[in-house]
């Protein structure tokens, strides 16, 4: 099992919600355990072309089985929020293949504190 090196954004230093949203978007990407704290029970992710995946325990398992190990690298370019809202702007490397992506979450509440929708896009 390897580590995925991971290139954090500048954009969290004086805001904890967009540090919370770069850490969801690290965890979903990597399958890290951070991710378990980060969900609310009735989580919901949506991905085109996919059926929804519905509570905190089956996003965790989707995240680990499709993306744990997966990437050499992953460059989190901006994480940002506002209000319930929060999205992160990414590239995953692994040998000489690039992919961007981006997520982008609802939070449960105002206090950003656990996350209630997950869209994830170029996954």
């Given at each position: 099992?390897?580590?995925?090196?991971?290139?954090?954004?500048?954009?969290?230093r004086?805001?904890?919600?967009?540090?919370?949203?770069?850490?969801v978007?690290?965890?979903?990407?990597?399958?890290?355990?951070?991710?378990?704290?980060?969900?609310?029970?009735?989580?919901?992710?949506?991905?085109?072309?996919?059926?929804?995946?519905?509570?905190?325990?089956?996003?965790?398992?989707?995240?680990?089985?499709?993306?744990?190990?997966?990437?050499?690298?992953?460059?989190?370019?901006?994480?940002?929020?506002?209000?319930?809202?929060?999205?992160?702007?990414?590239?995953?490397?692994?040998?000489?293949?690039?992919?961007?992506?981006?997520?982008?979450?609802?939070?449960?509440?105002?206090?950003?504190?656990?996350?209630?929708?997950i869209?994830?896009?170029?996954?």
């Open positions: 099992m390897t580590m995925t090196r991971i290139t954090r954004s500048g954009d969290c004086n805001s904890p919600k967009n540090a919370f949203m770069q850490e978007a690290i965890g979903l990407l990597t399958g890290a355990e951070t991710l378990e704290a980060s969900l609310a029970e009735t989580v919901v992710l949506r991905r085109n072309g996919h059926a929804d995946v519905t509570g905190a325990e089956a996003v965790r398992t989707l995240a680990a089985d499709m993306f744990r190990d997966h990437h050499d690298v992953l460059i989190v370019h901006h994480a940002i929020s506002h209000g319930k809202v929060g999205a992160a702007n990414c590239v995953a490397v692994k040998g000489d293949a690039r992919t961007a992506f981006a997520v982008v979450v609802e939070f449960a509440t105002a206090k950003a504190d656990r996350v209630a929708v869209d994830l896009y170029g996954v």
